[in-house]
């Protein structure tokens, strides 16, 4: 079966955790190529800013509050732009936080993080994907990580949600096959966004929230399962993780004190 490469004229696209940073930039982004962007997040004043940042363009933005911890909300978002917008054919499930942990383990911070970044994503792309399915038509783009390609020291919760987003989608890839939706993993490096100026540490080819936005949205038009960027960045990561532990341990070890990064 060949797998749909949405256009604007089938339908609307859905992205959540719209109101900063790479969600933001992927929205104003498609809006520039002719979409018309239904964004989500808890705060409606700053989707509706972006709503009217986006005018003049080809496409437009379109603001409707949701909360992707909530299951009900997040259905009840779906009904709303499918009601008013019309059928979404593109997803960009993107909500997620990285919170400051504290201590070796902090549950509190890890127990937050996944019920954003797993939990929560699992809870929109189980909405749109029904509603694809009984379609037969669709195309879904979860954001994870290449922090999710293998531990790295001090992003124990954040690492742990975007492997499991990896984990996720390679299992559903099989089912979305079928059903003729085209399931993709956003794997981005480090992206200068307000979550990231939060840490303090070294991120090596760190690029603006501009230009992965236009990565990830040339991602979408091309197909294909992965969008992965920097790729120097993604494939270092893909092969430190074909190494034995040992060797991977003290290599990741070595960068991470050189580059500031917390070890506890």
């Not at 992927?26 to 709503?51: K, N, P």
């Not at 009217?52 to 080809?58: N, S």
Request: aromatic content about 6%; some cysteine.
């Amino acid at each position: 079966m060949s797998l749909p490469r949405m256009q604007p004229s089938d339908g609307v696209a859905w992205i959540t955790g719209a109101s900063s940073g790479i969600g933001e930039a992927v929205a104003l982004e498609l809006a520039r190529r002719g979409w018309t962007v239904a964004i989500t997040a808890r705060r409606l004043d700053q989707l509706e800013d972006l709503a009217r940042r986006a005018e003049g363009l080809p496409g437009r933005i379109v603001a409707h509050a949701g909360d992707v911890t909530e299951t009900d909300s997040m259905k009840a978002v779906i009904d709303g732009i499918e009601s008013v917008q019309g059928p979404i054919a593109l997803a960009f499930l993107n909500a997620g936080i990285a919170p400051n942990s504290k201590g070796v383990l902090d549950i509190e911070a890890f127990e937050r993080t996944l019920a954003v970044n797993l939990v929560g994503v699992a809870r929109g792309l189980s909405a749109v994907l029904e509603r694809m399915a009984l379609r037969g038509r669709g195309q879904i783009a979860v954001n994870a990580s290449v922090a999710g390609y293998g531990g790295l020291p001090g992003g124990s919760a954040y690492g742990v949600s975007k492997a499991a987003l990896i984990h996720l989608c390679e299992t559903l890839k099989f089912t979305c096959d079928k059903r003729g939706v085209r399931l993709q993993i956003v794997n981005p490096g480090w992206v200068d966004t307000p979550l990231t100026r939060t840490k303090s540490f070294s991120m090596p080819l760190i690029m603006s929230q501009e230009e992965a936005a236009r990565r990830i949205v040339d991602g979408f038009a091309r197909g294909g399962f992965e969008i992965a960027f920097p790729r120097r960045l993604a494939w270092l990561l893909k092969l430190l993780n074909l190494l034995p532990y040992p060797a991977y341990f003290w290599i990741i070890d070595k960068a991470a004190r050189r580059g500031g990064a917390k070890v506890l």
